[in-house]
């Protein structure tokens, strides 16, 4: 008898331990929508088994990737352009994209095509030329000021190859007003500061001795 109820002793206890674990997984495994958005893409990913698929999508410039995103196994992208870039600080490098932000944008306005060419691909170039253009037949001047940085952060990293893509967030407070001919404000407002969202896609290749890295896309965060 005594054998009988240790027997069954074993048996209700191995029940109840399968049921906290249950329990346990069912809770860690569940995601209360108050996770944080974006990962940290210089952190390693999480673990994600026997994967050995190490195809990279390249995002177009029309249209990136989600933001975040961790591929090639157990390496995220920040990381393995730290691998394959060691010099790659992302300290130092969003401190040129800020300086970068705050010249682009300020030659656009100015219509110093001159400028702009160095630091953009010759199709965003040539996007940005068109604009000018079109303002300059118009008649029309762009005055616009960053008067500060919100932030600044890398949020999607892609490595394809050796060339590596960075998409920044900007997120700026700026005065913009655009002027007819005779002066009067068309667009905008001089008086008025706007907080403003901007995503720049910067690309260098990484296997070329030139530290210089080219603006290739620019985008708002789709609401």
């Given at each position: ?150 932030s600044a952060l890398i949020n999607d990293v892609h490595l394809a190859g050796s060339v590596a893509r ?39 290749d990484i296997a070329t001795q030139d530290p210089n890295w080219r603006l290739v896309a620019t985008r708002v965060p789709e609401e």
């Open positions: 008898m005594g054998d009988g109820s240790a027997l069954f002793e074993i048996i209700l206890f191995a029940i109840l331990a399968g049921f906290l674990v249950f329990k346990l997984r069912s809770v860690l495994g569940k995601r209360t929508g108050h996770e944080e958005r974006h990962s940290d893409p210089f952190s390693p990913a999480p673990e994600q088994g026997n994967k050995s698929d190490n195809v990279i999508q390249l995002p177009g410039r029309d249209a990136e990737n989600s933001v975040g995103e961790q591929q090639d196994g157990d390496l995220s992208e920040g990381m393995r352009l730290k691998m394959a870039d060691p010099s790659f600080d992302e300290i130092e490098f969003l401190q040129g994209a800020r300086t970068a932000f705050e010249w682009v944008v300020t030659s656009f306005a100015k219509g110093d095509r001159e400028a702009l060419r160095p630091l953009l691909a010759d199709d965003l170039m040539s996007a940005f030329a068109g604009a000018i253009d079109a303002r300059e037949q118009a008649g029309e001047t762009q005055e616009t000021t960053v008067s500060s940085f919100r960075v998409t920044v967030e900007f997120i700026t407070d700026q005065v913009k007003v655009t002027r007819a001919e005779d002066g009067s404000v068309v667009d905008g407002d001089p008086d008025r500061i706007e907080t403003v969202t901007d995503l720049w896609t910067f690309e260098r």
